[in-house]
């Protein structure tokens, strides 16, 4: 079964400066999507970020970015010029790209609490 | 930008009750999830829904748990005889056909006391 790690139960950053944010998954598909969600204090869902694992170039939103390593199954999420904002809870998530009739579900790691000093 | 939306933002419930969470997908997508996050742990998959039925559900779906799309907008998740244990967020989530992407709604707080 697939699963999905994520070491670092908590972060910190200066406001300004740049965080990364690890997570490594397992599984023996050879393609999937990766994502990363940011759930605020008011608990909602929101996708920052995702990578389709067919696509070698490293995704990128704005100041959200990810390196990619498949072959060790890592996806790293990079926060640049930190904002006050961004602290939230971050939820690395793993879904296969194919799963019969439905979209398949989405697997999830425990999620990294991140904080920004100002 | 479409949302996902769903009431009650927060339901308190006696435990041994039934509440049902409701869900309004965005009008285009055809795939609908229902997800649940015990306060301080990982966001868990409940079931998923598809051409008005049921596409795939977890171990935690059990015979408590129900869903159905009664009127063609609406995606209701039912919890029978609720259990303490029970307590968690509750997020509906949906996605357009072929689209990877999916949209969260904002959760409900399920509480049981």
């Known amino acids: 079964a697939q699963t999905v790690t994520q070491s670092q139960p908590e972060m910190s950053v200066q406001e300004a400066e740049t965080v990364t944010l690890s997570c490594t998954y397992d599984?023996?598909?050879?393609?999937?999507?990766l994502f990363w969600y940011k759930q605020p204090p008011s608990r909602q869902m929101i996708l920052v970020i995702r990578?389709?694992?067919?696509?070698?170039q490293n995704a990128t939103e704005n100041r959200f970015s990810v390196n990619f390593q498949k072959a060790a199954k890592s996806f790293s999420l990079k926060i640049s010029d930190s904002q006050l904002g961004d602290a939230a809870m971050y939820f690395c998530?793993?879904?296969?790209?194919?799963?019969?009739?439905?979209?398949?579900?989405?697997?999830f790691g425990k999620g990294t609490k991140l904080s920004v000093k100002p | 930008e479409p949302e996902v939306t769903q009431t009650p933002s927060h339901q308190v419930t006696q435990m041994g009750q039934e509440v049902i969470l409701r869900c309004v997908p965005i009008?285009?997508?055809?795939?609908f999830y229902w997800y649940r996050q015990i306060l301080g742990q990982k966001v868990e998959f409940l079931v998923s829904?598809?051409?008005?039925?049921?596409?795939?559900k977890s171990e935690i779906f059990d015979d408590q748990f129900s869903v159905e799309r009664p009127d063609g907008s609406n995606f209701t998740l039912k919890i029978r005889s609720t259990k303490l244990e029970d307590s968690a967020m509750y997020f509906c989530a949906s996605s357009e056909y072929n689209n990877y992407g999916y949209t969260f709604g904002s959760g409900t707080r399920l509480t049981v006391v």
């Open positions: 998530a793993y879904r296969d790209s194919n799963y019969g009739g439905s979209q398949g579900n989405l697997i």
């Open positions: 599984t023996s598909e050879s393609d999937y999507y």
């Open positions: 990578q389709e694992a067919y696509k070698q």
């Open positions: 829904f598809y051409n008005n039925e049921i596409s795939e």
């Open positions: 009008s285009n997508h055809l795939y």
